[in-house]
């Protein structure tokens, strides 16, 4: 039998999740009385619990998707395509990358008086001229007051701002474009996220998890490293070509 005291909460994504308590002279009876779905929202779980009088109380849960009519659960996409039901996350990160790969490595080399061997790999001269970078700086021990220890002597890897940016919607079934673009570059994924110069963003695969009658979407995109202008053509190509 159910009992009043229903609870339902609603998260922006338009995930909703119900809690009903239902009642039963035994434990198999209030487990009995928990129905596989309430007002369009799956059952995903439950608790009991025993009153001193020896009854059972048992509390289920139904999770769905808010309808467009208001109620919890519905049809459809359940409402996932509303930009106010979307959750949009950008999580930072830091990754140590080559130094060869930075977009000035050029200008570094020429500064900071580098150079590349036959395998290309890069050597530092172990002094370079006072007043070459920024704050001078003290004579190296080399012993002329005219050259400074070169503090790009054994620098291999740089640190590169990198990240994912995100978004998460909520639907009642799978939509079928789950994997569109998937593998594909974009300067401007959704959200108004402001994208900084001279860098794209990757399609990743997108992250799907089911709960009840829910169906969360998470979609990704990550944040390149700084590129030339012809270093992006060639990325754009290659990704493509890969989407076939």
């Known amino acids: 039998m159910q009992l009043a005291g229903l609870s339902l909460s609603c998260e922006k994504t338009g995930a909703v999740t119900i809690r009903v308590p239902y009642y039963g002279e035994t434990l198999s009876e209030a487990i009995g009385a928990i129905p596989d779905s309430f007002n369009g929202a799956k059952r995903t779980g439950y608790d009991v619990r025993q009153e001193d009088s020896g009854k059972f109380i048992a509390s ?3 999770e769905g998707v808010m309808g467009s009519d208001g109620g919890g659960g519905g049809g459809g996409g359940g409402g996932g395509d509303d ?8 999580s930072p990160s830091f990754e140590q990358a080559d130094i060869r790969t930075h977009p000035k490595f050029a200008d570094l080399l020429k500064k900071y008086y580098g150079t590349l061997d036959e395998n290309e790999e890069v050597t530092w001269g172990k002094y370079i001229p006072q007043g070459t970078g920024s704050g001078g700086g003290l004579g190296g021990s080399g012993g002329s007051a005219n050259f400074m220890d070169n503090p790009m002597r054994g620098v291999r890897e740089y640190f590169a701002l990198g990240g994912v940016w995100s978004q998460k919607r909520v639907y009642s079934s799978i939509p ?6 998937v593998g594909r570059i974009t300067d401007n994924p959704p959200g108004n996220l402001p994208s900084p110069g001279n860098r794209f963003w990757l399609t990743l695969p997108p992250v799907v998890t089911q709960k009840g009658q829910q169906w969360e979407v998470t979609r990704r995109w990550m944040l390149s490293g700084e590129k030339s202008s012809g270093a992006k053509e060639a990325a754009r190509d290659i990704y493509e070509s890969l989407d076939g």
């Open 83 to 90: 930009e106010n039901r979307t959750v949009y996350d950008w």
């Open 60 to 62: 289920a849960v139904f």
């Open 176 to 181: 079928g474009d789950v994997f569109a673009s």
